[in-house]
């Protein structure tokens, strides 16, 4: 089943754009878990020495000159958002090969995207859209040089990532953390980035709604997005949403539009997720998630029928149940022959995930997926005209 946000379509905002994402929603028959980070809206604390700490400002100070050139207060605002974080956003050109033609010739391929300084280690973030399959990555930063990169770890459920750039500590600025969880519609927000390769480019709007969701890998969907209707166009992803006191609050990663360009429908990644997922990267390479052990489930009218679970897992550990398959031996004739049937009487029906009630696949991951390894939760089951609690210890997705 396909449905969609209204007549556009939301894509990815580099200008090496990836084609149509459509919202895609799994309606019966067997359906892989497949991990991926959801958004919460909440920002918890960052190192240090991987990402910029959240900081209470109270907000940007205007310069007595700006004040005596009678600038008004909004305009303030804008120049003093954009004095404080211009230098933090930089400019990313990829290069890669792709097949085409009869024959799959690889032929080269240029792509444009923005980044996020976040430590003075060189740590920049990006989506991962922008520097998936790229053979070069050259970042340019705000004094105009232009620095090798290379790719530290990345997310494509989330459409996060992490590049290094070999550039001088001195030409690094951090951006500075925000939080997503105290997050209003009608807030007034900015964005920076570099559309149609326009370097640092200031747009201005509103968050529009909260609490989106936008197709990921896999079916899967990320939750929790800012939609704005701040201008974005090709180019801007991987750039900056920055509230009134210029802080980061989400990453600029696709816009609803059949032409490609801002229809006034623009996306962003909250940062309570980046905050979640880029440490993570960094460290590791890769986002670790909580995995209950289940394998595939079917999706029914009344939850989810557990199909099979991962031998030694978590949820075979606390006693789910799948189905089963019993051999059966048979005469034929002279000759006995065995076969094979799926019994799905004795299988679990997922219900509820910590009191919290559960229609899908993503639904389950939604609750799973925000705890941490090792941590406990109580899956609701029915079973043979039972409900039961069943406690899993969540383990790391393999």
């Avoid at 009678?70 to 090969?97: C, H, M, Q, W």
């Avoid at 939750?223 to 209707?229: F, G, L, M, R």
């Amino acid at each position: 089943m396909t449905r969609s946000l209204g007549s556009p379509l939301p894509v990815p905002c580099s200008v090496a754009m990836l084609g149509w994402l459509g919202l895609t929603l799994v309606g019966g028959g067997l359906h892989p878990f497949v991990g991926t980070a959801l958004a919460q809206g909440v920002a918890p604390p960052v190192p240090s020495t991987a990402v910029g700490t959240d900081v209470s400002r109270g907000g940007p100070a205007a310069s007595p000159t700006d004040v005596a050139r009678g600038f008004t207060p909004e305009e303030l605002t804008n120049i003093a958002v954009y004095d404080a974080v211009n230098r933090s956003v930089v400019n990313i050109n990829t290069k890669a090969t792709v097949s085409a033609g009869l024959f799959l010739f690889e032929v080269p391929s240029e792509g444009a995207g923005s980044g996020i300084v976040v430590d003075k280690l060189g740590h920049v973030l990006t989506n991962y859209h922008v520097v998936e399959g790229a053979k070069e990555i050259q970042v340019m930063l705000y004094d105009g040089s232009s620095h090798a990169a290379t790719i530290v770890g990345h997310d494509p459920a989330t459409d996060v990532a992490v590049i290094r750039v070999a550039a001088p500590v001195e030409v690094l600025e951090p951006v500075h953390f925000g939080s997503s969880s105290d997050l209003r519609v009608g807030q007034r927000v900015f964005a920076i980035g570099n559309p149609f390769g326009l370097e640092r480019t200031l747009t201005t709007g509103i968050i529009s709604s909260l609490n989106r969701s936008l197709p990921a890998r896999n079916g899967r969907t990320i939750k929790a997005i800012i939609q704005t209707d701040a201008a974005i166009n090709p180019g801007n992803s991987g750039g900056p949403l920055l509230d009134s006191s210029s802080r980061l609050i989400g990453m600029n990663t696709a816009i609803a539009s059949r032409t490609g360009q801002s229809s006034g429908v623009g996306f962003a990644i909250p940062v309570g997720t980046l905050a979640r997922i880029v440490p993570q990267l960094i460290e590791r390479g890769k986002a670790i998630r909580a995995d209950a052990g289940i394998a595939r489930v079917y999706q029914t009218d009344h939850g989810l029928l557990v199909a099979s679970l991962v031998p030694d897992g978590p949820a075979e550990h606390a006693g789910m149940r799948g189905f089963k398959v019993v051999r059966e031996r048979r005469r034929q004739g002279p000759f006995m022959a065995e076969t094979e049937r799926v019994d799905r009487s004795g299988a679990d029906l997922i219900v509820a995930v910590a009191g919290v009630a559960v229609k899908n696949a993503d639904d389950f991951l939604s609750q799973v997926e925000t705890r941490n390894p090792g941590e406990e939760v109580l899956i609701t089951v029915e079973r043979e005209g039972h409900r039961l609690d069943l406690p899993v210890v969540l383990a790391a997705e393999r």
